[in-house]
C-alpha cells in the first residue's frame, strides 16, 4: 500500500510500516464486525479482482451540524477558537474528512489572510514521526512558514537520538494529537501556528476503513410508492445494516450506498492504493473579488499529493488546499464574496461548502446473485445533543 497521496517521503522501513499499519487497521475492523455479526461480503485487497475505480465524493461543509444548529450558528460554531486556545469547532465538529484553520492578518485577528484546509491522516503522521523524525520535523515548520521548530514542540520531552520508533509515534500522539488524557495539544497541529493533519475523532483511518467494511453487504428495499425492488438509499443501508456510519453528514452516506450497491450487484470492493481521502476540486467560479471579477485558479494551491497530471491513472490526489490573495493586493481573503448569497468569505465553513471531496474505491464484474428485498426501513432523525451543548459553552465563554 502507497503513501496517501503517493508522496514519497517515507523512506524503505517507514514505507514498510505504513503498509502494515493499513493491513492492521483493516484486519482489526472485519475482526470487530464478524464480532458483531456483520462481517462485510465480497470484500478483497486483491487489486486484480476490482480493476473499475469508483469515486464517490461529498462537499467537505459539516452537513450534519448545519441541520443541528442552522446556518449562521453552524458557520461560527466551526471556527470557534476560544481565546489563547486552539481551533475547538475544527476537534469537535468539522466530521467530513475535511479540517480547516483561518490565518489572520495579526495575532490578535484582523482580516482573514488565509484559510488553509486539510485531509491528511493522523496514522501516516504517526508512521512517519515515529520512522523519520527530522523529515517530520522540516515538514511540520515549512506547514507553519519557518525556519524551523522545536522538537519539544513536537514530541515533548522526548530524546529523539534515544527513543525507539515506538516512543516516538507515542509522544507525537501525546504532544500533537487531542486526546482524552490530553485535550490540548501542540500549536502547531491546533490551528494557532499551524495545522498538519486531522485531528476530529472520526477523521481516522480506522474510521474510513470501518465506514466503507461495513456497507459491504447486499440490501434490496422494496419501493414504499411502487412496490418494486430497488437499491437502498444512504440513509436505509446506514440504519439496516447498521453500518459504522452517521445519517445526515455528507460523506458517510454517500459512501455507504455507493459500497453497499455494488456488493448488491454482485461485485467485489476493495479500497484503491493508495488508500485516502483527496481534494477532487474546488468551486472557485462561485467566488468572485470586490470588484466582482472572478478568482484566479492559482490562488488555490493544492498539495501534498500529486494532481491529476502527475497520476500515471489521471486521478488527482492532494491533500491540502490554502487559498491566499497575492501579497500586492489591497484586499484580503475575507474581501472576497461568495457569489450565491453574495455574503463576504468570513468562515471557512463557507470555502468548505465549495471543496468536493473523494475517496477511491474499485469494484470488480458482478456474479448472479439474488438479493431478498426487504420492507420499509425507518431512518431516525440524527441527534444533535453536542453541537447543542457546543454552542452554549461557546456563548458562555
Given at each position: 500500500?502507497?503513501?496517501?497521496?503517493?508522496?514519497?517521503?517515507?523512506?524503505?522501513?517507514?514505507?514498510?510500516?505504513?503498509?502494515?499499519?493499513?493491513?492492521?487497521?483493516?484486519?482489526?475492523?472485519?475482526?470487530?464486525?464478524?464480532?458483531?455479526?456483520?462481517?462485510?461480503?465480497?470484500?478483497?485487497?486483491?487489486?486484480?479482482?476490482?480493476?473499475?475505480v469508483?469515486?464517490?465524493?461529498?462537499?467537505?461543509?459539516?452537513?450534519?451540524?448545519?441541520?443541528c444548529?442552522?446556518?449562521?450558528?453552524?458557520?461560527?460554531?466551526?471556527?470557534?477558537r476560544?481565546?489563547?486556545?486552539?481551533?475547538?469547532?475544527?476537534?469537535?465538529?468539522?466530521?467530513?474528512?475535511?479540517?480547516?484553520?483561518?490565518?489572520?492578518?495579526?495575532?490578535?485577528?484582523?482580516?482573514?489572510?488565509?484559510?488553509?484546509?486539510?485531509?491528511?491522516?493522523?496514522?501516516?503522521?504517526?508512521?512517519?514521526?515515529?520512522?523519520?523524525?527530522?523529515?517530520?520535523?522540516?515538514?511540520?515548520?515549512?506547514?507553519?512558514?519557518?525556519?524551523?521548530?522545536?522538537?519539544?514542540?513536537?514530541?515533548?520531552?522526548?530524546?529523539?537520538?534515544?527513543?525507539?520508533?515506538?516512543?516516538?509515534?507515542?509522544?507525537?500522539?501525546?504532544?500533537?494529537?487531542p486526546?482524552?488524557?490530553?485535550?490540548?495539544?501542540?500549536?502547531?497541529?491546533?490551528?494557532?501556528q499551524?495545522?498538519?493533519?486531522?485531528?476530529?475523532p472520526t477523521?481516522t483511518?480506522?474510521?474510513?476503513?470501518?465506514l466503507?467494511a461495513?456497507?459491504?453487504?447486499p440490501?434490496?428495499?422494496?419501493?414504499?410508492?411502487?412496490?418494486?425492488?430497488?437499491?437502498?438509499?444512504?440513509?436505509?443501508?446506514?440504519?439496516?445494516?447498521?453500518?459504522?456510519?452517521q445519517?445526515?453528514?455528507?460523506s458517510?452516506p454517500?459512501?455507504?450506498?455507493r459500497v453497499?450497491?455494488?456488493?448488491?450487484?454482485?461485485?467485489?470492493?476493495?479500497f484503491?492504493?493508495?488508500?485516502?481521502?483527496?481534494?477532487?476540486?474546488?468551486?472557485?467560479?462561485?467566488?468572485?473579488q470586490?470588484?466582482?471579477?472572478?478568482?484566479?485558479?492559482e490562488?488555490?494551491?493544492?498539495?501534498?499529493?500529486?494532481?491529476?497530471?502527475?497520476?500515471?491513472?489521471?486521478?488527482?490526489?492532494?491533500?491540502?488546499?490554502?487559498?491566499?490573495?497575492?501579497?500586492?493586493?489591497?484586499?484580503?481573503?475575507?474581501?472576497?464574496?461568495?457569489?450565491?448569497?453574495?455574503?463576504?468569505?468570513?468562515?471557512?465553513?463557507?470555502?468548505?461548502?465549495?471543496?468536493?471531496?473523494?475517496?477511491?474505491?474499485?469494484?470488480?464484474?458482478?456474479?448472479?446473485?439474488?438479493?431478498?428485498?426487504?420492507?420499509?426501513?425507518?431512518?431516525?432523525?440524527?441527534?444533535?445533543?453536542?453541537?447543542?451543548?457546543?454552542?452554549?459553552?461557546?456563548?458562555?465563554?
Open positions: 500500500m502507497q503513501a496517501p497521496g503517493l508522496l514519497h517521503e517515507l523512506d524503505r522501513l517507514g514505507a514498510k510500516e505504513w503498509e502494515a499499519t493499513v493491513a492492521t487497521t483493516l484486519d482489526d475492523v472485519l475482526r470487530d464486525l464478524r464480532r458483531v455479526g456483520r462481517a462485510p461480503q465480497r470484500l478483497t485487497d486483491d487489486l486484480a479482482q476490482v480493476p473499475d469508483r469515486a464517490p465524493d461529498w462537499p467537505g461543509f459539516p452537513a450534519r451540524i448545519g441541520l444548529v442552522g446556518r449562521r450558528a453552524v458557520l461560527r460554531l466551526l471556527d470557534w476560544p481565546a489563547d486556545e486552539g481551533d475547538l469547532g475544527r476537534v469537535r465538529h468539522q466530521e467530513e474528512y475535511l479540517e480547516w484553520r483561518l490565518v489572520r492578518e495579526s495575532a490578535s485577528g484582523g482580516a482573514i489572510a488565509r484559510i488553509e484546509m486539510t485531509t491528511e491522516l493522523r496514522e501516516y503522521w504517526e508512521v512517519l514521526a515515529a520512522q523519520q523524525p527530522q523529515t517530520l520535523l522540516n515538514l511540520v515548520a515549512e506547514l507553519a512558514g519557518v525556519d524551523e521548530v522545536d522538537p519539544e514542540e513536537v514530541y515533548g520531552d522526548v530524546d529523539l537520538g534515544e527513543a525507539d520508533e515506538a516512543a516516538r509515534a507515542s509522544a507525537f500522539r501525546h504532544t500533537m494529537l486526546g482524552e488524557e490530553s485535550p490540548s495539544f501542540s500549536a502547531l497541529n491546533d490551528g494557532r499551524a495545522i498538519c493533519c486531522m485531528v476530529q477523521n483511518l480506522s474510521a474510513l476503513v470501518a466503507a461495513s456497507a459491504a453487504r440490501l434490496a428495499v422494496r419501493d414504499g410508492l411502487t412496490g418494486r425492488p430497488r437499491f437502498a438509499s444512504g440513509a436505509e443501508a446506514i440504519e439496516a445494516l447498521v453500518a459504522a456510519a445519517d445526515g453528514r455528507h458517510d454517500v459512501v455507504v450506498e453497499t450497491s455494488l456488493t448488491t450487484e454482485g461485485r467485489p470492493v476493495g484503491d492504493d493508495p488508500i485516502g481521502v483527496y481534494i477532487r476540486g474546488v468551486q472557485g467560479h462561485e467566488l468572485a470586490p470588484d466582482g471579477e472572478d478568482v484566479p485558479e490562488w488555490f494551491e493544492l498539495s501534498r499529493g500529486v494532481s491529476a497530471a502527475q497520476a500515471a491513472d489521471g486521478r488527482q490526489r492532494s491533500q491540502r488546499l490554502t487559498l491566499a490573495v497575492p501579497d500586492d493586493a489591497d484586499f484580503a481573503v475575507s474581501d472576497l464574496v461568495v457569489r450565491r448569497t453574495g455574503e463576504p468569505l468570513t468562515f471557512g465553513g463557507q470555502l468548505a461548502a465549495l471543496v468536493q471531496l473523494t475517496v477511491y474505491l474499485r469494484s470488480g464484474h458482478p456474479a448472479g446473485v439474488s438479493v431478498k428485498p426487504t420492507g420499509r426501513i425507518d431512518v431516525p432523525a440524527p441527534a444533535c445533543e453536542s453541537e447543542h451543548a457546543s454552542l452554549a459553552e461557546m456563548a458562555r465563554v
